[in-house]
């Protein structure tokens, strides 16, 4: 809801109109030069503008950058991910996780997923860390995401326990279907 009323919103729109009329008309003389300068500011801020857009969509991470992240860096990736797929109430962590790094909601369950950036294979600890840290925060089920791919132990562990897996490929459809989600 706006905090202004249309009327409030014409009372100030009013005197401007009067003030930039009442500059026109004293300098009509130079009135095609303010023209060409108004335009010029205009154009300016919408190139601005495009130029923001285009930095802001070329800061998003692609995933041949993700090798060269951190961490904590990795998981706020992930974290946007999950938003552009369709999860809600998307949040990390604290520092000492107990083994879930994010939070998020979508389709009426509550998950705990553990963010792996890791240079080799991800191991059945990763897999341990999500499912005991699940009740700790009132999760319904985990997710574990990595840069990697997971040992085989890893695989039938997280079976077992009803965890999903999503790897370097997983990671790269998440990516690429920003909006149709991949998974779930």
């Not at 335009?39 to 692609?62: D, E, M, P, S, T």
């Not at 997923?113 to 009132?138: D, F």
Request: hydrophobic share 45%; aromatic share 8%; proline share 2%.
């Amino acid at each position: 809801m706006s905090r202004h009323s249309r009327s409030q919103s014409n009372d100030v729109l009013f005197p401007i109109v009067i003030i930039v009329g009442a500059a026109a008309w004293t300098h009509r003389a130079q009135l095609v030069h303010i023209a060409y300068i108004a335009l010029g500011v205009l154009g300016c801020l919408l190139l601005l503008r495009l130029c923001w857009k285009f930095v802001v969509n070329r800061h998003f991470a692609r995933p041949h950058d993700i090798d060269s992240m951190d961490g904590l860096d990795f998981e706020r990736y992930v974290a946007e991910l999950l938003r552009k797929n369709g999860f809600r109430n998307v949040s990390l962590t604290e520092k000492y996780d107990f083994g879930v790094d994010i939070i998020a909601e979508k389709g009426g369950v509550r998950w705990g997923i553990q963010a792996k950036r890791y240079p080799g294979l991800v191991k059945a600890e990763a897999i341990r860390q999500v499912i005991t840290g699940l009740r700790l925060y009132g999760c319904d089920q985990a997710m574990v995401i990595t840069n990697s791919t997971y040992s085989a132990v890893a695989q039938r562990l997280a079976a077992g326990n009803d965890c999903v897996l999503v790897d370097r490929a997983g990671l790269k459809r998440l990516n690429n279907t920003s909006g149709r989600s991949a998974i779930l």
